[in-house]
């Protein structure tokens, strides 16, 4: 049995265990356990071909980051991807693939945005589960990261992130505990920073009650590479393995000889190592993987993650065999930005680029020119302004290739603005001026601002990063061999400025403070009507749809089943992202105006119709009680909405809901309003307060003086006016929590 393997082991042999062997392995221990090996690979295998630290990594696909992924909303693609990488891990001797992240884009400044899906916990969650489930479909393990609230690379290994627990549990935690409930990952990776000044990789709330507690996790929790500060600490708040190895292991073994750990918390990492081993040991495998297969799979992720965020009077696709002289500026177009810096850098097996893609799939009739437009450094260079000019002026359309360079995303450092660099947005704007159509193709990780120059575009394709395919994906997509069909997981700002955590982020004196609270993204921008670029869930098609027969049936007392047709009225095959959301209208918001809470993507061909079916629980309802310690759902009406992007609903249904039938504690510091309020405790008070003599009737109360005093504790002050003692508001409580129990 695997608990007598571990037992039978020293404490020193245990405490081995407790840490890697080498930079990229878990450590052996004589014939007990082997040595894993992990790989960085959210969208690739970065499989070192040594195992130092810093090793260069062997050919493997280069899938579109997260970014791009996430912006397909499209579960079934991500899980595929997920089974390839799995296929591609097992041919090169991985055990375990660290990834996917799942952080939320508090800020479209975090320069490690690219790495993760959304603004939004539903979308990353469901997303992140799809590749989960597909990495560990074949048996190889995934970790999900960095739990938590790692959401910026600013002096990250130290910040600490100070977040009230509402925000918490309904926006940081919900994406990880909807993998960890529904994909049930082998691993998670605790991140580098603090949480309310607790370092995540020591935080026994956060790893032991709610992860392990709560929510059943029941794998290994490993650390960033280099986030642990006192092993024995993690080890006692529940982590597992600390990554890499940095010779403390006889620290541990002290802390356990002189009292300060029990030696249960280091058999239980044991136990959990093994236990892992034996996990990937059933895994499927293989010895190499279909490179053609996987590259064709990159480029149909890239096509399904861009956006078409513009195409005044129909300027896209472009016709291949048409008589047109189209003019391809930017260096992008022929160097392509197709990943991120950083610990997920991928070296691919192949390398397309959209210029030469773009010349392969041309028509015999259709003329192509290049001109690189701007240099890859930013220097200004007034010679490839002029060539680029005078081309676009000799062309019917002009295909702008724009971006962020790469050194400006990049794990470890948080970018400074959203703006493009200043020599492309005046590139655009010459070419502008010497050619009436413009289309600007964007390749980027993270949000850019378009207000200041998108009405020199007459098109604008937000590509983001597309990955090793991603330059055949972009001639599909402009030629019109498939239609756009990607949507915003992120809001588009009209500046830095109106992001919510603009005068928070990204802190200082090592702390950076949530004061946005839940209001992050279009939580932000919709509760409060603010304009946008472009909202959450945006992207245009090349056809058209219509939404129509909504129909919601109750399925129990809490839960329901929403279905709404959707239509393919445009001339071509096209793709529609459904989204429902569920909106609380309030006086004053005590909640964001709407949230998402489902999505479905749609394949249809002209003229045809589809249903797409939303079930909604308990949970899409609650929000998160500090008092209570828990989820609640309070009674009374709710909106459905069914729509095409956040801002743009197109069906709504007004529904009710009895509540969660949970009444809070009473005492005597609740408010007169909570006593009223309670379904027990209200009978109770007006009972009494009739019953009594002396006692003031509170329909003798006019309702001004009433609504004054409604926030005051009973006991304190209103229910001696009302002629009740402290003892008989103490009877009153006990008996409404009899009588509630």
Same mark, same amino acid.
């Given at each position: ?198 370092? @995540?990789?020591?935080? =026994?709330? %956060?790893?032991? *009650? #709610?992860? +392990?507690?709560?929510?059943?996790? !029941?794998?290994? $929790? ?47 990492? @044991?136990?959990?190592? =093994?236990? %892992?081993?034996? *996990? #990937?040991? +059933?895994?499927?495998?293989?010895? !190499?993987?279909? $490179? ?450």
């Amino acid at each position: 049995m695997m608990s007598d393997r571990v037992t039978d082991l020293t404490l020193a042999e245990q405490a081995s265990l407790a840490s890697g062997g080498t930079a990229w392995t878990t450590a052996a221990v004589r014939d007990v356990v082997r040595s894993l090996h992990l790989s960085d690979g959210p969208h690739g295998l970065r499989r070192a071909q040594d195992e130092s630290l810093l090793s260069a990594s062997v050919p493997a696909t280069c899938f579109p980051p997260a970014v791009t992924s996430g912006s397909t909303w499209d579960p079934a693609l991500v899980r595929r991807m997920g089974t390839a990488l799995a296929r591609e891990a097992s041919a090169l001797g991985v055990d375990v693939i660290l990834g996917p992240g799942i952080n939320i884009k508090r800020s479209p400044l975090c320069g490690r945005n690219f790495e993760y899906f959304s603004e939004d916990p539903h979308v990353s969650g469901v997303m992140g589960a799809a590749l989960v489930e597909g990495i560990q479909s074949l048996g190889v393990g995934a970790c999900v990261k960095h739990f938590a609230v790692n959401n910026q690379e600013t002096d990250r290994m130290r910040v600490s992130a100070d977040v009230d627990e509402r925000t918490l549990r309904e926006l940081y935690l919900s994406a990880f505990e909807h993998v960890v409930r529904e994909a049930r990952p082998y691993t998670v990776m605790a991140s580098y920073n603090r949480i309310n000044g607790v370092y @995540a990789c020591e935080n =026994l709330w %956060l790893l032991t *009650r #709610v992860l +392990r507690q709560e929510w059943g996790f !029941d794998g290994l $929790v490993m650390s960033d590479w280099g986030a642990v500060n006192d092993r024995a600490a993690a080890l006692a708040a529940g982590l597992d393995l600390q990554m890499p190895p940095d010779g403390t292991d006889r620290r541990l073994v002290a802390a356990v000889e002189d009292g300060r750990l029990d030696r249960a918390a280091v058999t239980a990492a @044991a136990t959990r190592v =093994l236990q %892992l081993q034996e *996990r #990937v040991d +059933r895994a499927q495998r293989f010895d !190499d993987w279909d $490179v053609d297969a996987h590259h064709e799979l990159a480029r149909e992720a890239a096509r399904a993650g861009a956006v078409l965020l513009k195409n005044d009077g129909g300027l896209l696709p472009l016709d291949p065999a048409a008589h047109l002289t189209v003019a391809v500026i930017g260096e992008f177009a022929r160097t392509p930005r197709y990943q991120g810096h950083g610990s997920s850098r991928v070296t691919p097996t192949r390398l397309d680029n959209a210029w030469d893609a773009l010349r392969q799939a041309a028509g015999p009739d259709l003329k192509l020119t290049f001109s690189p437009g701007f240099t890859l450094t930013g220097a200004p260079d007034p010679g490839l302004t002029d060539e680029a000019v005078a081309h676009a002026a000799q062309a019917d359309v002009a295909l702008l290739f724009l971006g962020l360079p790469e050194e400006s995303e990049t794990e470890g450092r948080d970018r400074t603005d959203i703006e493009l660099p200043r020599c492309q947005v005046e590139l655009l704007r010459s070419v502008a001026a010497a050619c009436r159509k413009v289309a600007v193709v964007l390749a980027n990780g993270a949000v850019v601002s378009v207000a200041d120059w998108q009405d020199d575009a007459q098109a604008v394709l937000e590509a983001w990063l597309g990955g090793q395919a991603g330059g055949a994906a972009l001639a599909d997509l402009l030629y019109g061999a498939c239609s756009p069909s990607g949507k915003l997981t992120e809001s588009i700002p009209l500046r830095l400025q109106d992001v919510p955590s603009y005068l928070y982020f990204p802190g200082q004196d090592r702390h950076t403070v949530h004061g946005e609270g839940r209001y992050v993204g279009y939580r932000h921008y919709d509760t409060l009507d603010l304009p946008v670029a472009y909202p959450f869930g945006h992207g245009l098609s090349y056809t058209t749809f219509s939404y129509g027969d909504l129909k919601v049936e109750q399925t129990g007392d809490n839960s329901w089943t929403v279905r709404a047709t959707v239509t393919n009225t445009g001339p071509r095959h096209g793709e529609e992202v459904v989204q429902l959301y569920v909106a609380f209208d309030e006086p004053h918001p005590t909640r964001p105006r709407h949230e998402l809470r489902g999505f479905a993507k749609l394949a249809l061909e002209p003229g045809a119709s589809a249903r797409a079916e939303f079930r909604l629980a308990g949970r899409d309802l609650a929000w998160y009680s500090t008092q209570r310690g828990g989820w609640r759902i309070d009674p009374g009406t709710f909106t459905v909405e069914v729509g095409a992007s956040s801002r743009d609903i197109r069906l709504r249904a007004e529904l009710s809901t009895p509540g969660d039938g949970i009444a809070d504690e009473l005492t005597a510091a609740s408010s007169l309003g909570e006593w009223l309020d309670h379904p027990v405790g209200g009978k109770l008070l007006r009972d009494r307060l009739t019953a009594h003599p002396g006692a003031v009737k509170l329909d003798d109360v006019g309702p001004h003086v009433l609504s004054a005093v409604s926030q005051i504790p009973l006991g304190k002050f209103v229910g001696p006016i009302l002629g009740l003692t402290s003892e008989t508001v103490a009877a009153l409580a006990a008996a409404a929590q009899k009588e509630t129990a």
